[in-house]
């Protein structure tokens, strides 16, 4: 299946359309952006330069398939798709986090904990990490926060990252 995102002028992903690989292909049998493009335009009634091939199975850079990665991600509507790069970008998450065109992904200004879990075996304890922009904002040595997926407290005890280990709040 050949996936085409619809953009805006301004690199908006509207919608992502699937075909048969089959449309897109040319005189040869060769599959080709450009015979999908001219079909779309045909039947959507939106210009063909507005619609650009993504590869389902990319995401962050990478192919799940080991095969070589296609445009940075998958297209989701909301997300853009960044022609100098040629990157499609899911929505930025959190004003503060920036593009990694490496990586084709979005970066928190404070690198992620390295430590994501406490004890072994039977006894592991998962910690549940996540981002807090407000305290980001606040205070910018801070924004990785954590509660443990099993505390038995009401409400968890949450901690924050220091940049080498968590501290209780």
């Known amino acids: 299946m050949a996936h085409f995102a619809k ?6 992903v509207l919608e992502v359309l699937y075909m048969e690989d089959s449309v897109t292909q040319n005189a040869e049998g060769v599959e080709t952006e450009s015979v999908g493009q001219t079909h779309l335009q045909t039947h959507n009634n939106w210009p063909a330069e507005k619609w650009i091939k993504t590869s ?16 940075g991600n998958y297209a989701s509507i909301g997300g853009t798709y960044d022609s100098t790069n040629n990157i499609f970008w899911h929505e930025k998450p959190y004003v503060s986090w920036t593009k990694n065109v490496a990586t084709a992904s979005w970066v928190a200004p404070i690198t ?21 922009e407000e305290l980001y904002q606040s205070n910018n040595s801070k924004g990785w926060e954590m509660s443990k997926f099993n505390d038995k407290e009401d409400p968890p005890t949450k901690y924050d990252w ?3 280990s968590w501290v209780s709040k």
């Open 56 to 71: 389902y199975n990319t995401h962050s850079n990478q192919h799940n398939n080991s095969k070589t990665p296609f445009r």
């Open 7 to 12: 953009i805006d002028d301004n690199g908006l």
């Open 112 to 132: 992620y904990p390295s430590i994501t879990s406490e004890g072994s075996g039977e006894s592991e304890i998962e910690y549940r990490i996540y981002w807090n």
């Open 162 to 164: 220091n940049g080498s």
